[in-house]
C-alpha cells in the first residue's frame, strides 16, 4: 500500500503558536474580564499537559488558583473567555505575527504537486486553524485540506485518538495509508492511538517529551541550506530536508 495522505496537527507543527499566540490571547482575554490570571512562559508550559483552551482554564483554576471563588456560572465565564481569548488569537494571526514552521510550506506544496491527500487533526478551535492558513499560507490554503478535524468536534481531545479516527474515517483511509505530524507527547499518543505511523518535529515546549513510538524525531522538516537535526528515530541519511521521497522510505506500506 503506499503513502495516500498526510495529516497534519496545527499548534507547534505547522507553527509555534503556542507562547506568542495562544498565551498571549489567554492572558489579554484574562486582562479584559478584569481577572489577575496571568500566564507566564513557564507556566504554560507547565497548562500544556491539558489540552483544549477551556479545558487548559479550568485545570488552571482547580490546580493554581485555590483562592479564586468561582462565581455561580462559572462555566459560562470559562465560555465567555474562551470566546475572548478567540478573538485576540485570531486578530494577532491576522497582523501576520506567527510564520510557518521551516520545511512546513516545502513539503505542502510538494505533497500537493505529487498528489497527496492532505488533512488536519487539531485540539484547537476551528476559526484559529482558519486564520493561521489564511495568513501564514494563502487566502484559499483551506481547501487544501480535504478534512479539517478540529475542536470540539469530537468529545474527547488529545491525548485521546478520537479526533484522528474522525479523520481517517471522512476520508476513507486506514491508518497505514497516511502518516501523521505532531510535536507534542499529547498528540503522539493520539496518533499512535489511532494507529498512524508519525513524524516528530519539537519545539521549545516539547523537546523534553517522550517520544517513543514516534517514526523519527526531528527539530524541523528541513529547509536546502537549513538541514533538519535527527533527534531520535529511525536512522535518516540524506540532505537534512524531509520530503516525500524520504518520507516514504520511512513510513512503507504494510
Ligand atoms: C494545541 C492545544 C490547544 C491550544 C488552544 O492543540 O492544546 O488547546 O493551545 O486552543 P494542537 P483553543 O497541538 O492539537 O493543535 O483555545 O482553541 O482550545
Ligand atoms: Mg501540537
Do not use: C
Amino acid at each position: 500500500m503506499t503513502l495516500e495522505a498526510l495529516i497534519f496537527d496545527v499548534d507547534g507543527t505547522l507553527a509555534d503558536t503556542e507562547r506568542d499566540g495562544h498565551r498571549i490571547a489567554f492572558n489579554r482575554a484574562f486582562a479584559g474580564a478584569g481577572l489577575d490570571w496571568h500566564w507566564d512562559v513557564g507556566l504554560y508550559g507547565k497548562l500544556l499537559a491539558v489540552t483544549g483552551g477551556k479545558e487548559r482554564m479550568r485545570h488552571y483554576v482547580a490546580r493554581y488558583r485555590p483562592d479564586y471563588q468561582k462565581p455561580a456560572d462559572f462555566d459560562a465565564l470559562v465560555t465567555r473567555l474562551h470566546a475572548a481569548k478567540t478573538r485576540h488569537y485570531t486578530a494577532l494571526l491576522g497582523r501576520g505575527g506567527i510564520p510557518l514552521r521551516p520545511g512546513v510550506r516545502r513539503l505542502l506544496d510538494e505533497a500537493r504537486r505529487r498528489g497527496l491527500r492532505l488533512a488536519i487533526a487539531t485540539t484547537t478551535t476551528p476559526d484559529n486553524v482558519t486564520a493561521l492558513l489564511h495568513h501564514a499560507i494563502a487566502p484559499e490554503a483551506e481547501s487544501w485540506f480535504e478534512v479539517i478535524g478540529a475542536g470540539d468536534v469530537v468529545a474527547a481531545k488529545k491525548p485521546a485518538p478520537d479526533i484522528y479516527y474522525y479523520v481517517l474515517e471522512r476520508m476513507g483511509l486506514t491508518p497505514s495509508q497516511a502518516v501523521a505530524f505532531e510535536d507534542s507527547e499529547n498528540g503522539l499518543r493520539s496518533a499512535r492511538g489511532a494507529g498512524l505511523k508519525t513524524v516528530i518535529t519539537v519545539n521549545d515546549y516539547t523537546r523534553t517529551h517522550d517520544f517513543g513510538g514516534a517514526t523519527v524525531v526531528l527539530d524541523h522538516l528541513g529547509e536546502p541550506g537549513g538541514p533538519f537535526r535527527l533527534l531520535s528515530g529511525a536512522a535518516v541519511t540524506g540532505a537534512g530536508v524531509l520530503d516525500i521521497d524520504l518520507l516514504a522510505r520511512l513510513v512503507p506500506g504494510p
